[in-house]
């Protein structure tokens, strides 16, 4: 998330002050089921500021610090306080045997650890906790992406002059080796997140995650001022990307017929369905791909790096290791196929090609999204035979197109980047819309807001939400007014889960305690504590940014995945 400079903070020092907590935590901790349900989730309010130094701080000195939460912010029937912290997942074996749970479940210890510390604390205080997971997939390594991208280099996304986007995975499902190990994985995760969430339902009341799914920023102005619009670099040009994307446009590969993505193409793919060529109209509808894009591709073989589905998982005769990739005389943007197919690699905005490929880029991060929700939400525990429920987990997304006052039509750069406009946090049927929301403090009484911008257009799909990282005005404001127009946005469009940035933070500029964050928060909870939180939804759609010349009804996931969400009501 970017934050008052527009500069991303780096993830890193949001989990620095995990740093300790394997010390802690070295044995799984084991307790009986807890007896009490909690109130039902979509009745209740739950504020869960994000709590970064929990594990620096003794037994004593926690529970300390949730006296001094509950005494700062109130709680009441239908509001409940706790704390937000984060999972750093690692996955610490890429040559798990994907068939043996015990093996990937010990490849998971350090993340599990993790889990069972925060539990056996909240548990002692009675406080509820929220688990806000985040993987290695964006900006940073463990083990398993250090080795998928040591023996495939097409494993990591690829910025568009064909440099690898050192930490950033790649989110095409053409990745099909890492995703499997990827999915077990998760799925794993998932199991033993179910086992947590059936046992203590009182105190893990929620989870979110993948956090903040985006394409890499790092070779861009929003990081390095040495770059402009025009001479930033953009993912994923990953092969594995621009071949799904080729197959996204036509019905092709693995969006065929009969094949796991079907129905999930392009809205006009039939166009192109059956075509031999780009150029070449085999179904005799009329079009080509060429004709309608301008483009004058000869052959679907990709100009670069071309292969195939038809390629091994094991012993991949077109894979790029990382010995091939590193090597002096290596060529990222090699002739092998001139005019084959290639996605745009100039940011035109307003062309229907690159508003296309730009479009399928935000796609692909909506995939990932949902396939993750997927399988953390649908891998049932063992023991006790239960699942993630879907009310209590959300995505947890940058909504892009919505930050500091921007709109789809006028963006702020880090949708350019990211390709993560809010829509692609709609996890639905499994789980909530989570995002994070910044508000910058320009000074002088400028403000420019995300919150009061994104929240309307979540409500409108009548879907669960979250809002997982917040702060009303960064640097902190001495405006009272600024934190109680935030807080009229809250209580109107009632998340269920908020959790306010951050408690106990050493950073002046973002901080809760002793600000008027606090104030505003405190007199927000003792207005909706003793009454129902949940209302009636928005309208059952709200419309998406669309590529000029697409229809309103453009559908990118099918019939199996439409976009338009039916009104939901709050039982």
Not at 474 to 486: A, F, K, M, R, T
Not at 493 to 516: D, F, I, L, M
Request: charged share 20%; proline share 7%; aromatic share 12%.
């Amino acid at each position: 998330m970017t934050r008052g400079d527009n500069r991303p903070v780096p993830r890193q020092l949001k989990i620095a002050s995990l740093g300790l907590l394997l010390l802690l935590a070295s044995a799984v901790f084991e307790a009986p089921v807890e007896g009490q349900a909690p109130k039902a989730v979509s009745k209740m309010m739950y504020v869960l500021p994000n709590y970064l130094g929990h594990s620096g701080r003794s037994d004593a000195q926690f529970a300390a610090d949730v006296s001094d939460l509950r005494q700062r912010l109130g709680e009441g029937r239908f509001v409940r306080v706790g704390f937000s912290m984060f999972i750093i997942v690692s996955m610490d074996d890429w040559n798990v045997n994907l068939t043996d749970h015990a093996a990937i479940r010990a490849a998971l210890a350090s993340t599990i650890a993790q889990m069972d510390f925060i539990i056996k604390r909240a548990r002692a205080s009675g406080i509820p906790v929220n688990f806000s997971i985040q993987t290695a997939v964006r900006d940073r390594y463990d083990p398993v992406q250090t080795d998928a991208e040591r023996a495939d280099r097409r494993n990591t996304s690829w910025y568009a002059d064909g440099q690898m986007a050192n930490g950033w995975m790649t989110y095409s499902r053409y990745a099909r080796k890492f995703r499997n190990v990827f999915e077990a994985y998760a799925r794993e995760l998932g199991s033993v997140l179910a086992n947590r969430m059936a046992r203590y339902p009182s105190t893990v009341i929620s989870s979110s995650g993948d956090g903040e799914s985006e394409m890499s920023y790092t070779r861009s102005l929003i990081v390095d001022p040495t770059y402009t619009e025009a001479t930033s670099q953009l993912c994923d040009y990953s092969p594995f990307a621009i071949a799904e994307f080729r197959d996204w446009l036509r019905n092709g590969g693995l969006y065929a017929q009969g094949q796991p993505f079907a129905g999930q193409g392009y809205d006009q793919a039939a166009r192109y369905q059956g075509d031999a060529a780009p150029g070449t109209d085999t179904n005799g509808d009329g079009h080509t791909l060429n004709g309608d894009f301008g483009t004058s591709f000869t052959s679907w073989n990709l100009k670069h790096f071309d292969w195939s589905l038809n390629d091994p998982l094991e012993g991949d005769p077109n894979s790029i290791p990382s010995f091939v990739y590193e090597g002096a005389s290596f060529n990222p943007l090699p002739s092998q196929n001139p005019a084959g197919f290639d996605a745009p690699r100039t940011r035109t905005p307003g062309n229907r090609w690159w508003d296309t490929w730009d479009f399928f880029r935000a796609i692909m991060v909506w995939h990932y999204n949902v396939d993750f929700a997927r399988w953390m939400t649908t891998t049932a525990d063992t023991d006790t035979k239960r699942t993630v429920p879907s009310s209590k987990w959300f995505s947890h997304q940058l909504p892009g197109d919505y930050l500091f006052g921007s709109s789809p039509s006028n963006p702020n750069f880090r949708l350019i980047t990211s390709a993560s406009p809010y829509w692609v946090g709609d996890i639905s049927p499994y789980g909530g819309l989570g995002i994070t929301s910044f508000n910058i403090n320009a000074g002088g009484g400028h403000y420019f807001h995300t919150t009061r911008n994104v929240v309307p257009q979540i409500s409108a799909r009548g879907v669960r939400w979250a809002i997982l990282e917040w702060n009303p005005s960064v640097p902190v404001s001495n405006s009272l007014d600024v934190y109680e127009q935030e807080m009229a946005v809250i209580e109107q469009y009632k998340p269920t889960v908020v959790v306010p940035w951050a408690w106990g933070s050493t950073q002046p500029a973002s901080r809760v305690e002793n600000t008027p964050f606090e104030i505003a928060l405190r007199d927000m909870i003792a207005r909706v504590k003793d009454g129902p939180t949940s209302g009636s939804f928005g309208p059952s759609f709200a419309p998406m940014f669309l590529p000029p010349g697409e229809t309103a009804d453009l559908r990118p996931l099918g019939s199996l995945w439409p976009i338009r969400v039916p009104r939901r009501q709050e039982k």
